[in-house]
């Protein structure tokens, strides 16, 4: 009888457990809704379409601006990196925030 009483804790100890399953049962139903929701959404799409998928080379042959890198923009540059004097080597990105944080001299005016 001593463990249930949990030492005078049990008004405590005993409450959080059933909140704790309480909320773990309700995930549980959310997630199952969830997926059972998806999966007829899925049926439904898989019918409004004849169940035909879509051929795996598709998104290459979609053109140049469906994400081939073929765009004609330029690639953006990677971040410079270099060595701070009081600390390890770390990206830069240019921007102002960085010198001000990480000053050439070190942080000694």
Known sequence: MTYLNMDGYAAFVWP??????????????AV???????????????????????????????????GTGDSGAAAAAPPRTTTDPGGPERERHGDALDDATYPSDGGRA
Do not use: C, K, N, W
Request: charged share 25%.
């Open 32 to 66: 199952r809704a969830g997926l059972r929701r998806d999966e007829r959404t899925l049926d439904q799409l898989r019918a409004a379409t004849g169940g035909r998928r879509r051929a795996a080379g598709a998104a290459h042959r979609a053109g140049p601006d469906q």
């Open 16 to 29: 959080s457990y059933g909140i704790a399953g309480v909320v773990m049962v309700a995930l549980f139903v």
